[in-house]
Structure formats: structure tokens, C-alpha cells
């Protein structure tokens, strides 16, 4: 293969990574659009949208792991081609250099992202809480979706660092 031909490659593969940063980027936002809540939202509407964030559970372990395979899938090729150009010559070399750049750029672009979400979705479990404290405190009980819903904060998929330690690790 020669340095065209590899730039090319190179190019593709920058060209599809970020169309699939770009999906995950969306469909994050499509998530945090369905878990908006007015801010004049009766107790009907609060239940309901404790469902879907409990809903969204189950769904945020799955997106990350998928994140994570991506990136792993892309080093692990990237070091079969480092490994089969880095006898050829500099210029090759060169432009594996920028693709590694451009993967380290991306990883930290799906982190940072990710990271966003996951505060959103911490203020979300916020809300919440102090939604069913407030109508504990004035007597009133509070049903299983507003309970479960509670719960969420304390749960392992809200905590980004754990996000974080297995790209790194």
C-alpha cells in the first residue's frame, strides 16, 4: 500500500469514527430532549418522567460499553497498522501519528460528552429526591416509581469516573 492509498484509509476511518461520534452525540441529546420536564409539571407528569428515567437506566450502561468496544475496536487496528507501517518509512509513520492524535481527541470528546450527560442525568435524580423529601415531608406517601426513582442516585451508571478509569485502564 502506498502513502496515498494509506492517507485515504486514514481519512475514512477519521470520516466514520466521527459520523459515529456525531449518532452518539444525538442520540444523547434526543434523551436528554425526552427527559426535559416543564417546569410547571404536576405530580402526574413527575411519575411519569421518573418511569422514563428509570427506563434510561438500563440503556446508559449499554451506551457506554458500546462506546468503549468502539474505542478499543479502533486502538487494537491502529496498532496492527502501526505495527506493519512502521518499517516502511517516516512519512507513513506520520500519518499514523495523526491518526492516533485524532483517536486521543475523540476518546477525550466522547468522555467530555458522556461526562455532560451524566451530570444531566445527576440533576435529573436530584430533582427527584428532593421532589419526594418535600412531599414526604408534608405528609404525604410517595409511590414505587417516585421511590425507585430516588434510588437512582446512589446506582453505579450515574458515577462517570467509573466511565473514565475503563477507557484508561
Same mark, same amino acid.
Given at each position: ?34 427527559? #426535559? ?103 404525604? #406517601? ?28
Amino acid at each position: 500500500m502506498d502513502l496515498t492509498q494509506l492517507r485515504n484509509q486514514v481519512k475514512s476511518a477519521e470520516s466514520q469514527w466521527n459520523m459515529k461520534y456525531i449518532a452518539f452525540d444525538k442520540r444523547l441529546r434526543e434523551i436528554e430532549q425526552e427527559l #426535559s420536564l416543564p417546569p410547571y409539571a404536576r405530580l402526574s407528569d413527575v411519575i411519569q418522567w421518573c418511569e422514563k428515567l428509570i427506563a434510561y437506566e438500563q440503556k446508559i450502561e449499554l451506551m457506554r460499553q458500546s462506546t468503549m468496544t468502539l474505542s478499543n475496536e479502533a486502538w487494537a487496528k491502529l496498532e496492527q497498522n502501526i505495527v506493519a507501517y512502521q518499517s516502511k518509512d517516516d512519512r507513513a509513520i506520520t500519518i499514523m501519528s495523526e491518526f492516533v492524535s485524532f483517536l486521543v481527541i475523540l476518546d477525550k470528546r466522547y468522555s467530555q460528552r458522556l461526562e455532560v450527560f451524566l451530570n444531566f442525568l445527576d440533576n435529573c435524580v436530584r430533582y427527584v429526591r428532593g421532589y419526594a423529601e418535600d412531599l414526604e415531608k408534608n405528609g404525604f #406517601s410517595i409511590n414505587s416509581t417516585l421511590h425507585k426513582a430516588r434510588q437512582l442516585g446512589s446506582m453505579h451508571w450515574i458515577n462517570g469516573k467509573s466511565y473514565q478509569l475503563k477507557l484508561e485502564g
